[in-house]
C-alpha cells in the first residue's frame, strides 16, 4: 500500500506565506458557492445575497464595523501570545469577565453615574480580563499546565458565571423573570457616532468603541514589531533555544503575553455590554473569543491582517444574518463558511511548510515502465 509523508521543506516560499490566506479565501468561496448549488439555490443570487446586499447600505457597514471591532481587539491580543507559541483559546471568558466587572459597575452606579463612569468601566473590564488570564498564566507558569486546556475550560466557567448573576443578584426585579440586569444609563453607554453630528451614521447603532480598537491597532504593531518585549516574544515562538541562550525569561513572557491578550479581550467585552447590548443578559454568547483565533491566524499574526480578517469575518455573520432572512437558510451557514476557511488555511500552511512524499512498502518496487515499441521496418 502506497503512504504519503510530510517532510519539511527547507526554505518555504515567503511569497506563499502571504497568498496562503487568500488561496484559502478562493477556495472557501468556491466550495460556499457550490454548498448553495446543492441547496437549490442559484450561486450567484446566493453570492449576493452574503456578501454584497450585507452592506450596501450606511446602516450594513456600520453593522460590519461593530462586528469587526471586538474581533479584532480580542485578535490583536490573541497574536502576540501566539508569535511566542503561548495559545490562549479562553478569549471568549476573558471577554465575559469584562463584562461581568463593566457590568457591576454599571448596575451598582445606575444612579449616581457620571462623566467618570464609562472610562472607569473600561478599566475595570481590562482588569477583569487580565485576572481572568491570569489564572492561565498562573498555571502554565508555576505548574506547566497546558495553557489550551486551561484557558478553554475556564470559558465555561465564565459562562456559568454570567447566567449566574444575570438569574440570581443582578436580574432586574422589573423584567418579569427574564435573565437580564438593569438597562445602563446613559453614563454607562458608548455615545452613537450620529450623537456627534456625523451625519453619515444617522439612525445606525455604531458608536465610539470602536475608537478603542482604532487606537489598539497602532498600539499592537508597535508593540509587535517594534519593542524589545515584542521581539523577544516573536524569538521565543521562532527558536525558543536561542532564547533561553539570550537568558529570555520564559515564564516572564508567558505572563505578559497572557495578561495582555486578557485585557484585549476584556476590552472587548466592554465594548459589548455598554455599547450594542446595553446591559448583560444570559443570551451574550456571540463566539467572538473563539473567531478570533480565526482572525488572527488569517491575518498571519500582522497586525494589518489582523484588520483585513477581522473584516472578513465580520462579513460572513452578517452574510449568514442576511441570508436567514433572504433565502431562509439557517443562520449556520455563516458558521460553515468560518470552518471551511480555518480548514482551507491549514491545508495551504501545511503545503507551504511540507512537500508531500510518496513512500512505497519494503519489496514492492515502482512499477516497471513499458519498452518503447520497435520502429517499423521500412522497405526500400
Partial sequence: MIR??????????QKMLVYAPLLAVVLTLVVGLTIFAALGQNP???FRAFFLDPVSNANGISELLMKASPLCLIALGLAIGYRANIWNIGAEGQMYLGGIFASGLAIHYNDAGGPWLLPTMMLAGAVGGALWASITALCRAQFHANEILV???LTYVADL???????GPWQDPMANNFPISISFGDDALFAPLASYGWALW????????????????????????RSFAGFQLSV???????????GYREKRMVWLALIISGVAAGLAGVTEVAGPLGQLNDRWTPGYGFTAIIVATLGRLHAVGIVIASLLMALLYLGGEAVQVTMQLPKAVSQVFQGLLLLFLLGCDVLVNYRVIMIRPLGVAPAPTPPAPAPAAVST
Fill in 161 to 167: 458565571l454570567v447566567k449566574f448573576l444575570v438569574y
Fill in 202 to 225: 444617522e439612525g445606525t447603532r455604531i458608536n465610539t468603541s470602536v475608537f478603542i480598537t482604532l487606537i489598539a491597532i497602532p498600539l499592537a504593531w508597535f508593540f509587535m514589531d
Fill in 44 to 46: 450567484l443570487h446566493a
Fill in 151 to 153: 484557558s478553554l475550560m
Fill in 4 to 13: 504519503f509523508r510530510l517532510v519539511p521543506r527547507v526554505a518555504p516560499s
Fill in 236 to 246: 521565543a515562538g521562532v527558536a525558543p533555544g536561542a532564547a533561553r541562550y539570550a
